[in-house]
């Protein structure tokens, strides 16, 4: 198919960008490089820059791209950040992304497929998660993604528009060539292997007093190629609604700590923070939807494993990519 995917230059899209490619899929990549890299995009794809809030951009990217297929990655992703400048995110997330759901359905697009995140179901009543637990987020992030689930909903029973959300846990890991480099890096793995690479003294657990068995907080990370398998099932004809992606298997933060350890083989010292706004306690996914319907088969079900990958891109790339 030809697939137009926003934020093909960021950390996930740039490995579902090359497992599309792989798939023998076309791919048009737009991306503001606001937090994505130019090296992040895989040489076989076209690549336009620009901005979602640039209605008429988007609605020539989408229509030169005779897309078939939207994969919508672009977007503003930090919890911590959402809190104290929560703008920045309804107007990106809800109200540039709207452009792209205007223009995919004036060129007949087929398929709309959504980065969602497990944000939009705040602080769950129960772990693992179902997809019909009730949504009520803790953080902008969450309400924004959630609020563009709610565009879909319509857009589909008014317009048509066949849609597929994703609700990721906590996207982890790389691929041979493409990893995590954000320009402002606050995300628990990349740091903590920061301190593995020896360029900072330490690094930091957010919260000890979390109602955990070890006190911080519990993820269910999952690895961005799995993510992006699920983006490739999504793509056939009939396969629509909400799902989860995870592996259901929850780690603390000082189990990914210890992980890391192991993985690069270097002694890590964390400091312990107070809690960090926004974040619920344990969030695990049930994912069994996504396996009955999609097919979808997570490769990296362990937590050493993601973060082997993770480490030797890392090894690899000291200093991200070179933008
Ligand atoms: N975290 C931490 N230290 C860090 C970064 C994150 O203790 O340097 C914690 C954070 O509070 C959360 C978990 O690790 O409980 C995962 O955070 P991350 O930012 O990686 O992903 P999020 O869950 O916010 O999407």
Redesign the pocket.
């Known amino acids: 198919m030809n697939v137009l995917v926003t934020g093909g230059a960021g950390y996930i899209g740039s490995v579902c960008v090359e497992e599309l490619l792989g798939a023998g899929h076309a791919v048009t990549v737009l991306d503001n490089l606001s937090e994505g890299h130019r090296a992040a995009v895989d040489a076989r794809a076209n690549f336009v820059h620009g901005d979602l809030a640039d209605r008429e951009l988007v609605q020539r990217a989408v229509r030169a791209a005779k897309t078939e297929a939207v994969i919508h990655f672009a977007a503003h992703a930090?919890?911590?950040e959402s809190m104290t400048n929560p703008g920045k995110y309804f107007r990106n997330n809800v109200a540039s992304g709207l452009n792209l759901l205007d223009a995919a359905v004036e060129a007949g697009v087929k398929k709309f497929v959504f980065s969602s995140t497990c944000?939009t179901y705040g602080v769950p009543e129960r772990v693992p998660m179902t997809e019909d637990l009730p949504q009520r987020p803790v953080n902008p992030y969450g309400e924004s993604k959630l609020m563009f689930e709610k565009l879909l909903r319509w857009y589909e029973e008014l317009h048509g528009l066949e849609f597929v959300a994703f609700r990721y846990f906590?996207a982890a890991g790389a691929s041979e060539k493409f990893g995590e480099h954000h320009r402002v890096e606050?995300?628990?793995?990349p740091?903590?292997l920061r301190v593995a690479l020896g360029q900072k003294p330490h690094?930091?657990?957010?919260?000890t007093d979390y109602p955990t068995p070890d006190g911080?907080?519990i993820?269910d990370y999952i690895h961005i190629a799995d993510l992006a398998q699920a983006h490739i099932l999504a793509l056939a004809p009939g396969r629509r609604g909400f799902f989860n992606l995870g592996n259901g298997a929850g780690y603390s933060?000082r189990e990914?700590v210890a992980a890391c350890e192991k993985i690069s083989g270097q002694k890590i010292s964390a400091l312990e923070?107070p809690?960090?706004p926004g974040?619920p306690p344990r969030?695990v996914a049930a994912a069994a939807k996504a396996a009955r319907e999609l097919g979808w088969r997570p490769k990296f079900p362990k937590l050493e494993d993601i973060v082997a990958t993770a480490w030797a891109w890392h090894r690899r790339h000291p200093q991200g990519y070179a933008d």
């Open positions: 930090l919890v911590g944000a906590n606050t995300h628990l793995i740091n903590v690094c930091e657990i957010f919260g911080t907080c993820r933060v990914v923070r809690r960090r974040d969030l």
